[in-house]
Structure formats: structure tokens, C-alpha cells
């Protein structure tokens, strides 16, 4: 069994910065994926951000330039650096990992922008 634990969500001003954390652990196979995504209220859950496990990265437009996604595979972490934080980036964010046959969900962390 895999446990995913978020952290990093808070309250932050507009132009303000958030650096979201997903620790995976326990019976972890290999990790080929790691990808951050959100839910806001009344919508669906969309991609943010995800990395492969040779570093490739890719963005949805909406937090292009804005947002970083990295991961420290020797710690099973994966992290997402919010700058220029906007009000429509108000949301639950949530990790997801692809490890073996496998597709674990974190429990999310609420990021809300207001001033």
C-alpha cells in the first residue's frame, strides 16, 4: 500500500508563492510518473503539472511561466512552486503517482487565493 501526504496549501495575496510538497511511501515500485492536479468548486479536476521519471515536464497553459513542477526521486517527492499565484488558481491540488501498475491519489491540499 502507497500513502501520499500533500502539504504546502494555504491562504495567499495575489502575487504570492506557494511550494506544494507529495511525499509517496511505503510499497513503492518504480515511479514513472508524478503529476500535480486541481479541483475547484463546481468544476473538474484538471492537470496542472507533471514530470516523468527522466525529468520531462509539461504544464497546462493557465500556470505556464507561473508555475514549476520538480521531483527528488531519492526522497519520493515531488514539488510544485507556485509564483504569480492568481485568484482562479483557488483550488484543491492534489499529487498523483504512476508507480509500477499503480495509480495513487494524494488526499489534496487547499490552495486559496484572495486578498
Known amino acids: 500500500q502507497v500513502q501520499l501526504v500533500e502539504s504546502g496549501g494555504g491562504l495567499v495575496q495575489p502575487g504570492g508563492s506557494l511550494r506544494l510538497s507529495c511525499v509517496a511511501s511505503?510499497?513503492?515500485?518504480?515511479?514513472?510518473?508524478m503529476g500535480w492536479y486541481r479541483q475547484a468548486p463546481g468544476k473538474q479536476r484538471e492537470l496542472v503539472a507533471d514530470?516523468?521519471?527522466?525529468?520531462?515536464?509539461n504544464y497546462t497553459d493557465s500556470v505556464k511561466g507561473r508555475f514549476t513542477i520538480s521531483r527528488d526521486n531519492t526522497k519520493n517527492t515531488v514539488y510544485l512552486q507556485m509564483d504569480s499565484l492568481k485568484p482562479e488558481d483557488t483550488a484543491v491540488y492534489y499529487c498523483?503517482?504512476?508507480?509500477?501498475?499503480?495509480?495513487?491519489w494524494g488526499q489534496g491540499t487547499q490552495v486559496t487565493v484572495s486578498s
Open positions: 498523483q503517482v504512476v508507480h509500477g501498475p499503480y495509480i495513487s
Open positions: 514530470i516523468t521519471s527522466v525529468g520531462s515536464t
Open positions: 511505503g510499497s513503492i515500485l518504480n515511479i514513472y510518473y
